[in-house]
């Protein structure tokens, strides 16, 4: 099946530093990706969808300067949170679509981020 | 706005007991759904899906789900569930087809007495 990489698994940064977290499909090209953040016991909330070579689309609520997204290429998109706050700190999950729209998707392991 | 409602946050059942998991979403033109499972410490997987055709559909590891329009439900059923299916249970819709994003409940935990 399609295997969706993430790295890092899990990371701790400083108060106002910055964090770069990538997503790769390993075995496939993903036009689209999406980044998602869930709280503890919580589902996932859907942050942006990724497109290669365009912007992302953010949902309301989410801050784009503060939640950097690029997908430079087809099996590559960077989540980068700029400025952190102790409030960042959550789990990053991002998924991709492996064939047509509205198909499902396929998830990574997540990164575990922890803002000191 | 689209919306999904899980509406048993802790379900625990003991092994071999019948599985019900409710699911209700709230958009009424047509919807793709989804069932992803997550095991301790793992990533979301893909349980089944439902696009079009029969509403009863299969997924893996003995789970099936039904689509009952009129309800706007998708319940999750297992006739015998195992220790094993110990997770976290999330309903899924998509209601646009066209830009593959997809809405989650809440989830529902199971936790299987061995």
């Known amino acids: 099946g399609a295997v969706v990489s993430q790295h890092p698994s899990w990371v701790i940064c400083k108060s106002g530093t910055s964090v770069k977290i990538e997503c790769r499909s390993l075995?496939?090209?993903?036009?689209?990706m999406f980044w998602y953040r869930q709280f503890p016991k919580q589902s996932l909330m859907l942050m942006a969808t990724?497109?290669?070579?365009?912007?992302?689309?953010?949902e309301q609520g989410v801050e784009k300067d503060k939640f950097l997204i690029n997908h430079a290429s087809l099996t590559l998109s960077t989540l980068t949170v700029t400025s952190a706050h102790p409030e960042d700190s959550s789990f990053y999950i991002c998924?991709?679509?492996?064939?047509?729209?509205?198909?499902?998707?396929?998830f990574g392991p997540g990164t575990r981020l922890t803002v000191t | 706005a689209q919306s999904v409602s899980q509406h048993n946050h802790h379900v625990i059942l003991s092994e071999a007991a019948s599985l019900e998991l409710g699911c209700n979403y709230s958009?009424?033109?047509?919807?793709?759904l989804f069932w992803y499972v997550q095991y301790p410490g793992q990533h979301l997987q893909l349980l089944l899906k439902?696009?079009?055709?029969?509403?009863l559909v299969k997924g893996i590891k003995g789970f099936e789900a039904e689509f009952i329009k009129s309800k706007f439900s998708f319940n999750l059923r297992k006739p015998s569930v195992q220790w094993s299916d110990t997770a976290e249970y999330f309903c899924?819709?998509?209601?646009?087809?066209?830009?593959?994003?997809?809405?989650f409940g809440s989830g529902t935990r199971l936790s299987i007495r061995p």
């Open positions: 990724s497109n290669e070579g365009s912007k992302a689309t953010y």
């Open positions: 439902y696009f079009s055709g029969d509403p």
């Open positions: 998924s991709a679509i492996l064939g047509l729209a509205g198909d499902q998707q396929y």
């Open positions: 899924a819709v998509n209601a646009d087809s066209s830009a593959s994003k997809i809405i």
């Open positions: 075995d496939f090209q993903a036009t689209t």
């Open positions: 958009y009424g033109g047509t919807v793709n």
